[in-house]
Every structure is written in structure tokens, then in C-alpha cells.
Nanobody, 114 residues
Framework: VQLQASGGGSVQAGGSQRLPCAAS????????MGWYRQAPGKEREFVAR???????DYAESAKGRFTISRDIAKNMLYLQMNSLTPEDTAVYYC?????????WGQGTLVTVSS
């Protein structure tokens, strides 16, 4: 699976950003798709995931502010981010996990200024 994340950019604190991720194959059967992020000087961390059946899961820092979704017909994964803070500044990566195999997109930078 090839994954292409986009939608990054600069946003003011309190603002919103939507990140799309395009997949090169049909996503309806993929075990798990998700979003991770890596802030400057920090390790990559989990943000949100969506299971094949549609169940979602979020990091504590994302709960209530971020929403992961997918459009199966378009093979797209999304991350809607609201109420952004400077602590959300990071490179955001989309991920697909399927029967033990991991695929990563190239990452898109989101910068939140105060």
C-alpha cells in the first residue's frame, strides 16, 4: 500500500486543520489505518486509528478534538483536527497495518502558532 498524506501547513492556535491521506489500493479490508505524529525532538506517537469494522481509537491528547474517518469509495483516510494548540505541532503520518505488515506515508507538517 502506498500512502500519501497532505493538508499540512500553518495554523493559529484554536484553529482547525484536516489532513487527507490517499491510499493506492482499496482500504475497506485493511485491518487498521491510523495517524501518528512526530514533534521536533520527540519520538513518533500514536494519534488515532480506525479498525476495519469502523471502530475508532484515540490518544488521550486527541480525544474530543480530533476525528479520524475514512471514505472507502475514494480510498481516503482523514484526520480532522480542531482546537489546535502549539503542542500539536508535528509531522503527521498516516499508517496502514494489515496482517503484520506496516506501511507509512511520507508525512505532512502541521505548525500551530500561538
Amino acid at each position: 500500500v502506498q500512502l500519501q498524506a497532505s493538508g499540512g501547513g500553518s495554523v493559529q492556535a484554536g484553529g482547525s486543520q484536516r489532513l487527507p491521506c490517499a491510499a493506492s489500493r482499496r482500504i475497506f479490508s485493511i485491518n487498521i489505518m491510523g495517524w501518528y505524529r512526530q514533534a521536533p525532538g520527540k519520538e513518533r506517537e500514536f494519534v488515532a486509528r480506525i479498525y476495519g469494522g469502523g471502530t475508532t481509537d484515540y490518544a488521550e491528547s486527541a480525544k474530543g478534538r480530533f476525528t479520524i474517518s475514512r471514505d472507502i469509495a475514494k480510498n481516503m483516510l482523514y484526520l480532522q483536527m480542531n482546537s489546535l494548540t502549539p503542542e500539536d505541532t508535528a509531522v503527521y503520518y498516516c499508517n496502514a497495518f494489515h496482517y503484520g505488515h506496516d506501511w507509512w506515508g511520507q508525512g505532512t507538517l502541521v505548525t500551530v502558532s500561538s
